[in-house]
């Protein structure tokens, strides 16, 4: 073992809950990334989004085999409950709302009504321009206006047709206690504890440790007015420990129960998965979450999609996801995944060629160089590439790319940071000079509207939001995508997504490297744990989870 991952163990160890014949009645996580924030409203990590999973319901959610559900809401709204209603006039909507029935007596953690007009405030705050942080706007800018004519009764009026309306997502506020703070200076909400680090609960668990971000562990315990199914743990603690490796050893050394998907990179978890431990399970849960290469249109050397087409030439990807994984992820030649209704199964694809790759290089103007780096102008082409920190397969990943890139005339700079960092700001402000490797989770119908389209381009003038942040700019992939999310027919949103589709591939705002697999690894005797392999996290069943018997 490396003497910097012992001593890691044995600072870790203090405080480690001791191996017990016995099981308590709790089940410790060991995770990668620190959250960015516990809230609805800013947090973007998927880290967050975990514990989220354990203390935030929304109106529905999907379960592990992507069916959608009920959560706080006694059914989903469709047309044929009467639930979702469109008025038409000569072929064309031009009124739709759905209506959604609370549960009864839902409650927050402090013991205080959760109401319909906790979801109409929570609406009225993100769409409030005062309110700076928000990274996406995207399904709220579509509603006209939310009705609330009792407490267990929203009704929400589209401005135009939504397809995913069934799905939301609407989001509740506690207003007792966030409307004070919004009233007083909406644009200080983002930094406020009692948002984005101790949020009221209205899940299964609450949140027991405020000062977490001290300790780099989350302890969650049960929260006494949810009224839903009772919890078979009385206890969830979440453990951050950033580097993978020390991560994969705690597990190993019994100082966690499980690693959740934001930590087991493919290769440990095939490492582990070659171990036969009869009680360790390992779980290779075919995901949608796309790991890429964002690019920075804005600048000089990549605004040539010449330059971009060329580095994505000179990439041998079919080797790296067969040296690195095993054959267990796939090659990627889209954003969309193979998994995705809307994917496009005839996309252009782009082979590892490296004498494309220079001839392209050589038609954008780079000429080869004495030093064995491309020159243009007197100005030699070098590249940054940035990525989180602490992740040994992005590490492996950039130190191949730099090594085939060098062979087309191409000079690459790797530079890491911490997630918090990396995600909170240089990706969020596109800070990034050239390249930002990272990847996006997608569920079963998420579309490219704040992904692709020219007006979510963040920066200061919007506030930063929006997740455009490669700057593309494609005034026909933009109105496609616009379009996509307000088409109510299902094989028209196919065509749409496949025309967009081929113009991406084309342009390559980003460069496609593969689909990942969520790797997730548990104690044999932890029932329940169910993995999605989308955007819905692993805790979203949390309540179910027990110590128990495990047949073979």
């Given at each position: 073992?490396?003497?910097?991952?012992?001593?890691?163990?044995?600072?870790?160890?203090?405080?480690?809950?001791?191996?017990?014949?016995?099981?308590?009645?709790?089940?410790?996580?060991?995770?990668?990334?620190?959250?960015?924030?516990?809230?609805?409203?800013?947090?973007?990590?998927?880290?967050?989004?975990?514990?989220?999973?354990?203390?935030?319901?929304?109106?529905?959610?999907?379960?592990?085999?992507?069916?959608?559900?009920?959560?706080?809401?006694?059914?989903?709204?469709?047309?044929?409950?009467?639930?979702?209603?469109?008025?038409?006039?000569?072929?064309?909507?031009?009124?739709?709302?759905?209506?959604?029935?609370?549960?009864?007596?839902?409650?927050?953690?402090?013991?205080?009504?959760?109401?319909?007009?906790?979801?109409?405030?929570?609406?009225?705050?993100?769409?409030?321009?005062?309110?700076?942080?928000?990274?996406?706007?995207?399904?709220?800018?579509?509603?006209?206006?939310?009705?609330?004519?009792?407490?267990?009764?929203?009704?929400?009026?589209?401005?135009?047709?939504?397809?995913?309306?069934?799905?939301?997502?609407?989001?509740?506020?506690?207003?007792?206690?966030?409307?004070?703070?919004?009233?007083?200076?909406?644009?200080?909400?983002?930094?406020?504890?009692?948002?984005?680090?101790?949020?009221?609960?209205?899940?299964?668990?609450?949140?027991?440790?405020?000062?977490?971000?001290?300790?780099?562990?989350?302890?969650?315990?049960?929260?006494?007015?949810?009224?839903?199914?009772?919890?078979?743990?009385?206890?969830?603690?979440?453990?951050?420990?950033?580097?993978?490796?020390?991560?994969?050893?705690?597990?190993?050394?019994?100082?966690?129960?499980?690693?959740?998907?934001?930590?087991?990179?493919?290769?440990?978890?095939?490492?582990?998965?070659?171990?036969?431990?009869?009680?360790?399970?390992?779980?290779?849960?075919?995901?949608?979450?796309?790991?890429?290469?964002?690019?920075?249109l804005d600048s000089p050397i990549l605004a040539d999609k010449r330059v971009?087409?060329?580095?994505?030439?000179?990439?041998?990807?079919?080797?790296?996801?067969?040296?690195?994984?095993?054959?267990?992820?796939?090659?990627?030649?889209?954003?969309?995944?193979?998994?995705?209704?809307?994917?496009?199964?005839?996309?252009?694809?782009?082979?590892?060629?490296?004498?494309?790759?220079?001839?392209?290089?050589?038609?954008?103007?780079?000429?080869?160089?004495?030093?064995?780096?491309?020159?243009?102008?007197?100005?030699?082409?070098?590249?940054?590439?940035?990525?989180?920190?602490?992740?040994?397969?992005?590490?492996?990943?950039?130190?191949?790319?730099?090594?085939?890139?060098?062979?087309?005339?191409?000079?690459?700079?790797?530079?890491?940071?911490?997630?918090?960092?990396?995600?909170?700001?240089?990706?969020?402000?596109?800070?990034?000079?050239?390249?930002?490797?990272?990847?996006?989770?997608?569920?079963?119908?998420?579309?490219?509207?704040?992904?692709?389209?020219?007006?979510?381009?963040?920066?200061?003038?919007?506030?930063?939001?929006?997740?455009?942040?490669?700057?593309?700019?494609?005034?026909?992939?933009?109105?496609?995508?616009?379009?996509?999310?307000?088409?109510?027919e299902k094989e028209e949103r196919v065509r749409l997504f496949r025309r967009?589709?081929?113009?991406?591939?084309?342009?390559?705002?980003?460069?496609?490297?593969?689909?990942?697999?969520?790797?997730?690894?548990?104690?044999?005797?932890?029932?329940?744990?169910?993995?999605?392999?989308?955007?819905?996290?692993?805790?979203?069943?949390?309540?179910?989870?027990?110590?128990?018997?495990?047949?073979?």
């Amino acid at each position: 073992m490396r003497p910097w991952i012992a001593a890691a163990l044995v600072a870790f160890a203090v405080s480690a809950p001791a191996p017990s014949a016995e099981r308590a009645p709790e089940v410790v996580l060991g995770c990668q990334q620190e959250p960015d924030g516990l809230d609805d409203l800013f947090s973007q990590m998927s880290s967050g989004a975990e514990v989220r999973g354990c203390i935030s319901e929304g109106l529905a959610e999907r379960d592990d085999r992507w069916v959608l559900r009920p959560a706080l809401a006694t059914e989903i709204p469709s047309f044929q409950n009467g639930g979702w209603t469109v008025e038409r006039r000569d072929g064309k909507v031009v009124r739709m709302k759905t209506v959604w029935r609370l549960k009864e007596n839902l409650r927050w953690s402090d013991g205080q009504p959760l109401s319909s007009k906790d979801f109409e405030f929570a609406w009225r705050v993100k769409m409030d321009p005062k309110v700076t942080g928000i990274t996406t706007r995207t399904v709220e800018e579509k509603i006209g206006g939310i009705e609330c004519p009792d407490d267990r009764t929203l009704i929400v009026h589209w401005k135009a047709p939504y397809a995913y309306a069934d799905e939301g997502p609407h989001l509740a506020l506690p207003r007792h206690v966030v409307e004070p703070l919004y009233k007083a200076a909406p644009e200080k909400l983002e930094t406020r504890p009692e948002i984005r680090t101790v949020p009221l609960s209205n899940g299964p668990y609450m949140i027991a440790s405020p000062d977490w971000k001290k300790k780099a562990v989350i302890e969650l315990v049960l929260n006494p007015h949810w009224n839903g199914e009772k919890p078979r743990l009385q206890r969830i603690v979440y453990r951050f420990i950033t580097d993978s490796n020390t991560l994969v050893s705690a597990f190993d050394a019994a100082q966690t129960d499980a690693i959740t998907t934001v930590g087991v990179t493919m290769p440990q978890g095939l490492d582990i998965d070659r171990r036969k431990d009869p009680d360790v399970r390992v779980f290779f849960t075919p995901g949608m979450a796309w790991e890429h290469i964002d690019c920075n249109l804005d600048s000089p050397i990549l605004a040539d999609k010449r330059v971009r087409q060329a580095l994505l030439y000179g990439m041998d990807r079919e080797k790296i996801v067969k040296a690195l994984f095993e054959g267990k992820q796939a090659e990627a030649h889209s954003w969309l995944p193979p998994k995705h209704y809307g994917f496009h199964p005839e996309i252009k694809r782009y082979g590892f060629d490296p004498g494309r790759a220079k001839a392209l290089l050589e038609e954008a103007g780079w000429k080869a160089g004495v030093s064995g780096v491309r020159e243009k102008d007197g100005k030699p082409l070098r590249l940054t590439l940035m990525t989180t920190s602490g992740n040994e397969v992005r590490q492996q990943v950039s130190e191949i790319l730099q090594a085939q890139w060098r062979a087309i005339g191409v000079g690459l700079e790797i530079q890491t940071q911490v997630s918090t960092t990396f995600f909170g700001d240089t990706n969020r402000k596109r800070k990034f000079p050239h390249l930002a490797m990272y990847a996006w989770t997608f569920g079963p119908s998420s579309d490219g509207e704040n992904l692709w389209t020219k007006d979510r381009i963040p920066s200061e003038k919007n506030r930063w939001t929006g997740d455009n942040t490669c700057g593309w700019i494609h005034d026909e992939a933009s109105e496609i995508d616009a379009r996509i999310p307000m088409t109510l027919e299902k094989e028209e949103r196919v065509r749409l997504f496949r025309r967009e589709q081929e113009i991406w591939a084309d342009e390559l705002p980003a460069l496609p490297l593969y689909f990942r697999a969520d790797v997730t690894v548990r104690r044999r005797g932890l029932l329940e744990w169910r993995p999605t392999g989308s955007l819905d996290p692993v805790t979203w069943n949390c309540e179910s989870w027990r110590w128990g018997e495990e047949k073979e």
